[in-house]
């Protein structure tokens, strides 16, 4: 078993504008293995991958499969060699039925082929691997779990021997986790590979055979699973980079100003992703949320904002409830948000900075008099803003498109912090931001603090979360697992929290 | 009263059938995600084509194959702007329309106005099947046009449908980023798709000139081009049900004079095929009902592979 | 060898404005070669048109006739694309103007005064475009229902409608076997600037809404709202704007000034309702006119009154070298053509490379 190497990537380095994304990686996969690729967002897993399945070309290095090096120019080429890829984001055309998103882009189908034989060949596949699914049904009335099946068996139908999973337990139930573990182990009890890109570390102890762990693009270490424990695998997956406290935080922490109360809140999808969550957020405060994405914080960040509804439960700002008063009177009531996505939030593209600086204040005084905006003061407080904040541009009425990321953040900061507001919701307000830009918008917010504001900071860069906030709480599943300081914090306890082991409160 | 009803359908078949062809053209556009508003110009210009060329060789045929020819390079000028200039493709059909409506009415009043056409293609009874009471003379008693395009949707139908070819075509309609990164090359497919479209289009338009009313009269398409986009949202998109929505408008078009014995106005009939197609298209896009309904979702959006 | 776009960075204004003029020009030499191809001198053709529509007063006035509807409908367009409204139904709301004025000048009050009848007509011509314009428009807001279908849809019911109208209940004198209703009142008729055919109250309301517009569009609180609607429906949810609101203003808006259009051909030209003389297409052709004026109003004023100068041409060309006004059509459709696949160079650098 040991010279049945699948595939050998040797010293793969891949670099994006501003980002080393893979550092000299080196990875294995065995036949008959599963292997697991761990590490935070952003650590480099689905770009390694992306170079194995020919999405991207890596900068150095050498793939090799089945012992021959090769390189992968395509997807295409990729599924030649045998390997096959189940995306985050699935491909599927959902009014399509599944036995026609399989034989899609399936090059040696003819064109003008009767369906029947595709069906009889996808219920045998279906039936040698457990993975029931119905090849008429269309794709729009499958659930998320049948999907995935749908999306396994793409694969196989093309012959693949090497299956690369990225993160496939995010959209699953446990029963349907159960079930794709069955499955893979029927896979590679065939002598296939599978890797298993995944965060999640009991799952890596439950299915993997070996991990490989990867931080910030470079492999901290390939382990044996049955060698090994979770505290080590946090320990490897978090590291251990002092964060001390950086910033000159006063310590004036004073009253309670946000309350949240038993709060329930569905996702786009109307699935639960706040599952009763309570918290309380003082002035002078910044409370920070930590988690990887996808665990209910952006949901709760944009029920306190008032863009979305809350089902159940309850959110008290300076003693008033704010509870789905819509986001006009929140933004009134003196609630600042920071949106995730900068682009199509934040601003809005075509209209020039001053437009943007008075997107949600634009209806009060002085901002505008009755009918007609008051240009006046826009242009002097927009330009007063721009010195202030050191947005970098020539004028007021440069469109806002041709800004770079850094001064757009910039912009929104600008508008939303001038305002005096009560609280301020952040998501992720560094991500994509170079380290210049980064430092301002964290001491921004710092300053902010020291000032008397609220602060709700969501973000899934774990050492910004310890080095700027005074509590922060931890969010897996849609639940609190854990509420520490963050002189408590020690790195193998919020991995814990972050992955779903260790849950106090 | 048989032989009314008799004329009737017969009536209904025969102005279906241009606009059975240029629906199914549309619908094989707006699959692929392009929405082809140029329709009416198209067929105008194809009735055009189709008249001179019969005029000027003395041979249908090649009449009619003039009219598709040209209908697909209308069809390719709408790709082209809609495809590489990812011009807004509204505006472009519109232009289309325009100017096709304009050379056929510039070129027709100047030369042919009044110029009848010596040929006439020929009715063609099939054998046997024509004689079955009702139905014979109803189905099988036709030129062989309307033949084509009774045998056109079938197979339109099956490709769409029933093969890989269709699958591709409904994939760029519907998810192009999905349909790019399975490695479809969604331009390739949306520019034939848009070129077949403006051919059948084409095809519809000689229809009129040569078959229909064997003469070339400006302003003859009279929104039929208008009516086959909203047979294409009222026939979901599919070829079969084009048919019988085919029969269905042109019989209310038939229709519209012989009711007016019974004190209908003829007008207010005339408003049912639009009628119709806003209301199944508001029931079409609920919810739910827009998933069986198979409206493509990237209909009328230019795709830009790496453009959010 | 390839060619690469480029998304390009920054359009000035000089760059549009340049790049529109260029389109233009290329599609009026375009159309040169097609009148050559049909045997008539371009160079000719061209100078009949704008000596016939700017060489004389009577040109002028003609132009300026022609101009008013155009400007009427393109300007509420303006206001509607802002929105993302893409509202093709100006010329169904434009002839339910008509209808309405019709309706209310022979048979709701045809003894009164000039005083009540004509604020009137305006007022239930504005009513009746936008209420024809908001079935779409709600249909839009509530279901998602795609607006530019509708649209095109309620412009053949409206058409349908006329007819019906003109044929049936309220049919009047046939003239050369053309339907008409009957004259309407001399109290009705909207006055005129001696000499010619401008109906001047239409003529300042159209020129008082591209103004009013203007301002509110690039000045006003509800301005600023459909810009941002228009611009990103995400970023209007984050500032609290409601689409609903915006994109039912617009529609009204839009259709009513189309009615308005209506109104005026009717009250000030015609004098009369008929389907084929009221709207020789107004509504499709304001489209253009919006479309090259680039959705600001006062450059669409002046885009209208340039379309204006080709309609009436489309008239001369009639008369003197015998072309059939459909002639106007094929201007129309290439100079659109030109004018989208000209927008191409204004959104991307093209890059040659080798």
């Known amino acids: ?102 034989i899609l882009g399936e090059p040696s189908t003819r064109l003008i082929a009767p369906i029947k034989d595709v069906e009889n060949r996808i219920r045998r596949i279906s039936e040698s691997y457990g993975l029931k699914v119905n090849p008429k049904a269309r794709v729009w009335e499958l659930s998320v779990g049948e999907r995935q099946k749908v999306e396994i068996i793409k694969t196989l139908y093309r012959g693949a021997e090497i299956l690369i999973l990225d993160e496939p337990t995010s959209v699953l139930t446990p029963m349907e986790i159960v079930e794709l573990f069955r499955v893979l182990r029927r896979m590679v009890n065939e002598e296939k590979g599978v890797v298993f890109i995944t965060h999640k570390l009991d799952e890596v102890l439950a299915i993997g055979d070996r991990a490989t762990v990867l931080r910030r693009g470079r492999v901290v270490g390939t382990v044996d699973v049955s060698k090994t424990c979770r505290e080590e695998l946090a320990e490897m997956m978090i590291g251990r980079k002092v964060v001390a406290n950086q910033y000159d935080k006063k310590s004036i922490v004073g009253s309670t100003i946000l309350e949240i109360e038993n709060l329930c809140v569905n996702d786009d999808k109307g699935l639960e992703a706040v599952k009763n969550v309570s918290l309380q957020i003082s002035k002078g405060e910044i409370l920070g949320i930590a988690g990887v994405a996808g665990n209910g914080q952006r949901e709760l960040a944009e029920a306190v904002a008032g863009l979305r509804r809350v089902k159940h439960g309850r959110i008290v700002l300076d003693g008033e409830e704010i509870t789905n008063i819509g986001v006009k009177k929140v933004i009134e009531k003196g609630v600042a948000y920071i949106p995730e996505d900068r682009i199509s939030m934040g601003i809005v593209s075509d209209l020039n900075i001053a437009e943007n600086i008075i997107l949600r204040k634009y209806r009060y005084k002085p901002y505008s008099n009755n009918l007609f905006l008051n240009f006046k003061f826009i242009n002097s407080f927009s330009a007063e803003l721009i010195d202030k904040f050191n947005i970098v541009t020539s004028s007021i009425n440069t469109p806002v498109k041709l800004l770079s990321g850094g001064n757009i953040q910039k912009l929104i900061l600008a508008r939303e912090l001038s305002g005096n507001p009560k609280l301020i919701v952040a998501v992720n307000p560094t991500a994509g931001l170079d380290i210049g830009a980064t430092d301002y918008v964290r001491r921004k917010l710092i300053e902010m603090r020291n000032n008397g504001k609220a602060i709700l ?11 700027l906030s005074d509590r922060i709480v931890v969010m897996y599943g849609g639940r609190i697992t854990g509420i520490l300081r963050p002189e408590d914090v020690s790195i193998e306890k919020i991995g814990l929290l972050m992955t779903g082991g260790g849950s106090e409160n | 009263m048989i032989g009314d009803v008799e004329s009737l359908l017969n009536a209904a078949l025969r102005v279906s059938t241009p606009l059975l062809f240029a629906t199914l053209g549309e619908i094989y556009t707006e699959k692929s995600g392009v929405i082809n508003l140029g329709l009416e110009g198209i067929m105008a210009m194809g009735a055009l084509t189709a008249f001179s060329t019969t005029l000027l060789t003395g041979n249908i045929i090649l009449g009619v194959i003039a009219a598709t020819i040209t209908g697909g390079a209308m069809g390719f000028i709408h790709a082209f702007m809609s495809i590489a200039l990812r011009a807004n493709q509204i505006v472009s059909g519109l232009a289309i329309t325009m100017l096709g409506l304009g050379i056929s009415e510039l070129i027709g009043r100047i030369h042919y106005t009044g110029v009848p056409l010596p040929l006439r293609l020929q009715v063609i009874p099939i054998p046997y099947l024509s004689n079955i009471p009702v139905v014979g003379p109803l189905l099988f008693n036709h030129d062989p046009l309307t033949y084509l395009s009774l045998v056109l949707a079938l197979t339109m139908w099956f490709i769409l449908f029933k093969t890989k070819a269709g699958i591709i075509i409904r994939a760029v309609g519907e998810n192009p980023f999905a349909a790019d990164a399975i490695g479809i090359n969604v331009y390739i497919v949306r520019y034939l798709c848009t070129v077949v479209g403006g051919m059948l289009t084409g095809l519809g338009g000689a229809y009129l000139s040569v078959v ?37 408008f042109g019989g209310l078009r038939a229709l519209e004079f012989r009711l007016q014995p019974l004190g209908i106005p003829p007008n207010i009939v005339a408003t049912l095929p639009y009628l119709f197609t806003i209301i199944v298209l508001t029931i079409g896009t609920r919810g739910m009902m827009r998933r069986i309904v198979e409206a493509p979702s990237s209909l009328g959006v230019p795709y830009v592979r790496g453009e959010k | ?22 389109s233009v020009l290329v599609a009026m030499i375009f159309i040169g070669l097609i009148f050559q191809v049909i045997g008539v001198n371009p160079v000719l053709a061209y100078i009949m048109i704008f000596h016939g529509s700017l060489g004389s007063i009577y040109g002028l006035s003609e132009t300026i006739v022609k101009t008013i509807p155009i400007l009427l409908c393109s300007t509420g367009l303006a206001i509607a694309f802002r929105a993302a409204m893409f509202n093709i139904g100006a010329e169904g709301q434009l002839l339910m103007g008509a209808i309405a004025s019709t309706y209310i000048a022979l048979y709701v009050i045809p003894n009164s005064q000039s005083i009540i009848i004509i604020p009137l007509m305006f007022i239930m011509g504005f009513a009746a475009g936008a209420l024809w314009a908001l079935i779409p428009a709600i249909l839009k807001t509530k279901l998602s229902v795609n607006e530019v279908i509708t649209t095109l849809m309620m412009n053949y019911i409206a058409e349908q409608l006329t007819m019906y109208l003109t044929t049936g209940p309220w049919r009047g004198v046939e003239l050369w076997g053309f339907p008409y209703t009957e004259n309407i009142p001399i109290q009705a008729y909207l006055p005129c600037i001696s000499g010619t055919r401008i109906h001047y109250p239409t003529l300042i309301i159209g020129l008082c809404a591209a103004a009013l517009i203007h301002v509110f569009i690039s000045r006003s609180k509800i301005g600023y709202e459909i810009r941002v609607v228009g611009g990103s429906r995400e970023a209007a949810r984050y500032a609290g704007i409601s689409y609903v609101r915006v994109a039912l203003i617009t529609m009204t808006i839009s259709g009513g000034l189309a009615g308005v259009a209506g109104v005026g051909e009717v009250a000030g030209i015609h004098h009369r309702l008929s389907p084929f003389k009221i709207s020789s297409g107004y509504g499709y052709t304001a489209i253009i006119a919006a479309w090259l004026g680039k959705l600001n109003p006062i450059v669409t004023l002046v885009a209208s009154f340039f379309i204006g100068t080709l309609l009436v041409g489309g008239d001369i060309l009639q008369v003197k070298l ?26 991307y650098r093209v890059r040659v490379v080798m």
Not at chain 1, 457 to 467: G, P, Q, Y
Not at chain 2, 225 to 242: K, N, Q
């Open chain 2, 212 to 248: 229909y009313r064997p003469a070339f009269q400006p302003g003859m398409t009279a929104g039929l081009g208008w009516i086959a986009v909203a047979l294409t949202i009222f026939a979901l998109w599919s070829p079969l049900r084009a048919i019988f929505g085919a029969a269905l």
């Open chain 3, 1 to 22: 060898m390839r060619i690469k776009l480029e998304k390009r960075e920054n359009i000035t204004r000089t760059l549009s404005i340049t790049v529109t003029l260029f």
């Open chain 3, 322 to 347: 015998n072309l059939p006004y459909a002639t106007v059509n094929i201007f129309n459709g290439v100079i659109l053509l030109f004018i989208i696949g000209g927008e191409l160079l204004l959104r």
């Open chain 1, 457 to 467: 900071l969501v973000s899934e860069d774990l050492e910004e979360v310890i080095s």
């Open chain 1, 1 to 102: 078993m040991e010279n049945d190497l699948l595939v050998r990537m040797h010293n793969i380095t891949k670099k994006f504008p501003g980002v080393l994304a893979n550092d000299r990686v080196n990875f294995e996969l065995r036949a008959g293995e599963i292997h697991a690729l761990v590490g935070e967002n952003g650590a480099g897993k689905t770009t390694l991958m992306n170079i194995l399945y020919g999405i991207y070309q890596p900068d150095d290095g050498e793939i090799y499969i089945r012992g021959r090096r090769t390189v992968i120019k395509s997807p295409k080429e990729a599924i030649k060699l045998g390997i096959g890829m189940v995306h985050q984001h699935f491909t599927l055309i959902s009014t399509l039925t599944v036995a026609e998103n399989i």
